[in-house]
């Protein structure tokens, strides 16, 4: 079993859409979770994290941690075409495990 | 600040040749990490450093070496480059004791080998 898995997509949305992006792991020593976005041909960016279970909302986006069940997601409102990129979850402490990344297309 | 910057952008190698992959950050951070990134594969830790003088292997070392002489320095060495190590490879850093250790990334070496 892969320790972080994610639905590598493609995954294609109308503009205005709410999109949910998902990973799940398997080590529970994971102690924060990440979310990176990387446009094509870019490095990775941070986007927002999570510590503990429960939501963090940063203004469009939302990150969600379920320990109990090892889910992670990220909810992205209002999706814009400036939201295209590849979305990489990476649980973690010092050093990061990346999930494969979910490509994300918003059409206008 | 120039953030991470990596040289060079893009690189075609023969089987077998060697290659020195350049990683540089001027924000004074101790971590800093080498990954490649191959299609549908994601980021796959090849070696990392806490500091200058120390690194460690990642998940993914075999045919890659690394030294790192300075804090701002850490670079890459492919010695008998194979066609498997055509890949997107990314430098990373992070600042130490200061969670959650967010990695800010270079721009990317794209090395194809041939």
């Known amino acids: 079993q892969k320790e972080v898995e994610q639905d590598p997509g493609p995954l294609s949305v109308p503009e205005g859409a709410i999109v949910s992006l998902n990973c799940t792991y398997s080590?529970?020593?994971?102690?924060?979770f990440m979310w990176y976005r990387q446009y094509s041909r870019k490095g990775p960016e941070l986007l927002m994290y999570?510590?503990?279970?429960g939501n963090k909302e940063d203004g469009r986006f939302t990150a969600q941690v379920d320990k109990s069940s090892k889910y992670i997601s990220l909810f992205i409102r209002d999706s814009q075409p400036s939201d295209s990129a590849t979305y990489l979850c990476?649980?973690?402490?010092?050093?990061?495990?990346f999930g494969t990344g979910t490509r994300l297309a918003v059409r206008p | 600040n120039a953030g991470v910057t990596q040289t060079p952008k893009f690189r075609i190698l023969k089987i077998g040749q060697s290659m020195t992959l350049q990683c540089a950050q001027d924000?004074?951070?101790?971590?800093m990490y080498w990954y490649r990134q191959d299609p549908g594969m994601g980021l796959k830790l090849i070696y990392y450093?806490?500091?200058?003088?120390?690194?460690d292997k990642g998940e993914v070392p075999n045919g890659y070496n690394v030294s790192r002489s300075t804090t701002e320095d850490f670079p890459l060495r492919l010695e008998l480059a194979a066609p498997s190590q055509t890949s997107v490879y990314f430098c990373?850093?992070?600042?130490?004791?200061?969670?959650?250790?967010?990695?800010?990334f270079g721009p990317g070496t794209r090395l194809t080998v041939t």
């Open positions: 990373a850093s992070s600042p130490p004791h200061r969670e959650p250790y967010e990695q800010y």
């Open positions: 080590n529970s020593a994971f102690q924060y």
């Open positions: 999570t510590y503990s279970s």
């Open positions: 990476a649980p973690g402490g010092d050093k990061l495990t």
């Open positions: 924000m004074n951070h101790n971590y």
């Open positions: 450093s806490v500091g200058a003088g120390i690194t």
